[in-house]
Nanobody, 116 residues
């Protein structure tokens, strides 16, 4: 069983930065994909960023490209999301996701609020 626990959310002014962290525990296979999603009030959950559990290739939603960066901390066993130049439209609950075929794990989410 895999468990994901997010942290690092909070309130920040527009233009500021936050770093989200997703702590991964349990048995993780090398070919899992790690991702961050977000869900704003009244909207569907949307993709933000992804990377393989092993490897360095990354992908980003157009809305965050150039501002967000997804990385893996091997020492802490976390997958982090560095968010810079935040905008009010980035306000959402951010979820960590780990996926391989039918295996699909989610964290509980962490709130990010960007004030204008």
């Amino acid at each position: 069983q895999v468990q994901l626990v997010e942290s690092g959310g909070g309130l920040v002014q527009a233009g500021g930065s936050l770093r989200l962290s997703c702590e991964v525990s349990g048995r993780v296979f090398w070919n899992y994909t790690m991702a961050w999603f977000r869900q704003a009030p009244g909207k569907e959950r949307e993709f933000v960023a992804a990377r393989p559990w092993t490897g360095s290739r990354t992908s980003y939603a157009d809305a965050v490209k150039g501002r967000f960066s997804i990385t893996r901390d091997y020492a802490k066993n976390t997958v982090d999301l560095q968010m810079n130049s935040l905008k009010p439209e980035d306000t959402a609950v951010y979820f960590c996701n780990l996926r391989l075929g039918s295996l699909d794990y989610w964290g509980q989410g962490t709130q990010v609020t960007v004030s204008s």
